[in-house]
Each structure stands twice: as structure tokens, then as C-alpha cells.
């Protein structure tokens, strides 16, 4: 089923994108808040 693999590659591939930009600072620590605006932003595809 081409579609559900297709779903999930871009689900791999948003988790990779975001780990890469949590590891652009690793002394800094996030509220939940601010995870949320994160995710919000790549969703939207807006730089942060």
C-alpha cells in the first residue's frame, strides 16, 4: 500500500527535521510552551 508508506516516510522525515533542530542547541531546554511554537512554525512552515 504505496500511500501508507509514503505517510510514514514523511513522518520519519518531519522527526528527523525536528531532532535536527533541537540538537542545534543542546544546552537549551524547551518549555512545553515553546515546543509547541517550534512544531507550530515547521508545521506552517515558517522560520524560528
Request: charged letters at 35%; a negative charge; glycine letters at 2%.
Amino acid at each position: 500500500m504505496p500511500a501508507e508508506n509514503e505517510r510514514k516516510d514523511v513522518q520519519k522525515a518531519m522527526a528527523y527535521d525536528l531532532i535536527r533542530l533541537f540538537e542545534k542547541d543542546p544546552e537549551k531546554v524547551y518549555t512545553a510552551m515553546e515546543l509547541k511554537e517550534i512544531i507550530d512554525a515547521y508545521i506552517s512552515g515558517q522560520s524560528q
